[in-house]
T-cell receptor
């Protein structure tokens, strides 16, 4: 049972445009959400997070939006840069719980 | 500050053998988690240790086990290896259990022949 779903395995975006990566979850107990970025042959690195008490969190070019009623979150990257090409994982957890439930990832390719 | 270190980075085993993977967390981090990454499955949680105690365990068979030492270093062991155990095994450490933010190592890529 996939509790965190990333339905788009891949996404291609022109450099300079906006990249939007989507994630859906089913478990109502999740109250903290994170995005990780992974380059080949490297471990995932933390990108940005959002608590369920918020609906938006920004960090530079990265913004995460949370729609609790739809159990949906999205990561916006603007403007997209070639170095953003990577696999992006959405993850969810309950506050205070070390266990992260990950989605299957979306491979983002930025086209120069 | 040194990151999470995993050894070995690559290894090849045959079915039926056992394997031990090692993880040194970031200095000061007391929580260590292990994840298995396979194509199409994303990252699957194996277990989490905090102060030498297993706090959480994922849905993996008993062939998968782990432990944590007093210096927070952790090992995971897989016995009686199966072809399906071929995967990237990722270790992650954290200082603050409240945020869920984990710092991952580069992983140990296990191939079972």
């Amino acid at each position: 049972d996939q509790q965190v779903k990333q339905n788009s395995p891949s996404l291609s975006v022109q450099e300079g445009r906006i990249s939007i990566l989507n994630c859906d979850y089913t478990n109502s107990m999740f109250d903290y959400f994170l995005w990780y970025k992974k380059y080949p042959a490297e471990g995932p690195t933390f990108l940005i997070s959002i608590s369920s008490i918020k609906d938006k969190n920004e960090d530079g070019r990265f913004t995460v939006f949370l729609n609790k009623s739809a159990k949906h979150l999205s990561l916006h990257i603007v403007p997209s840069q070639p170095g953003d090409s990577a696999v992006y994982f959405c993850a969810a957890t309950s506050f205070g719980n070390e266990k992260l439930t990950f989605g299957t990832g979306t491979r983002l390719t930025i086209i120069p | 500050k040194a990151g999470v270190t995993q050894t070995p980075r690559y290894l090849i085993k045959t079915r039926g053998q056992q394997v031990t993977l090692s993880c040194s967390p970031i200095s000061g981090h007391r929580s260590v988690s292990w994840y298995q990454q396979t194509p199409g499955q994303g990252l699957q949680f194996l277990f989490e240790y905090f102060s030498e105690t297993q706090r959480n365990k994922g849905n993996f068979p008993g062939r998968f086990s782990g432990r944590q030492f007093s210096n927070s270093r952790s090992e995971m062991n897989v016995s009686t290896l199966e072809l399906g155990d071929s995967a990237l095994y990722l270790c992650a450490s954290s200082y603050n259990r409240d945020t869920g933010e984990l710092f991952f190592g580069e992983g140990s890529r296990l191939t079972v022949l």
